[in-house]
């Protein structure tokens, strides 16, 4: 089993930059495709970005050229770097590990984008 916790989320002015991490508990890390996920209000969970195991990475289009995810698998965490913010940006992120059998969601951490 994992777990996971994000950190990083807080109030950014449009144009900024945010990092986000998420660091897991428990075994096998590496084993695990790593995502983000976001929730922005009144909306359904979307996909921002992947990366697997083997470090291939994907992006949703809305993101693509602004946001980088990375995983360091010594240390256990995956991160979420966000350059050239805007408002829709505004969400809930969310940390999801998983394999073709399991997957587990962090408690997700608030980002709103604002001046």
């Known amino acids: 089993q994992v777990q996971l916790v994000e950190s990083g989320g807080g109030l950014v002015q449009p144009g900024g930059t945010r990092r986000l991490s998420c660091a897991a508990s428990?075994?096998?890390?590496?084993?695990?495709?790593m995502g983000w996920y976001r929730q922005p209000p009144g909306k359904p969970r979307e996909l921002v970005a992947v990366i697997t195991t083997s470090g291939v990475t994907n992006y949703a289009d809305s993101v693509k050229g602004r946001f980088t995810i990375s995983r360091d698998n010594a240390k256990n965490t995956v991160d979420l770097q966000m350059n050239t913010l805007k408002p829709e940006d505004t969400a809930v992120y969310y940390c999801y590990a998983y394999t073709e059998k399991v997957g587990y969601w962090g408690q997700g951490t608030h980002v709103t984008v604002s001046s």
């Open positions: 428990g075994t096998f890390f590496s084993f695990y495709t």
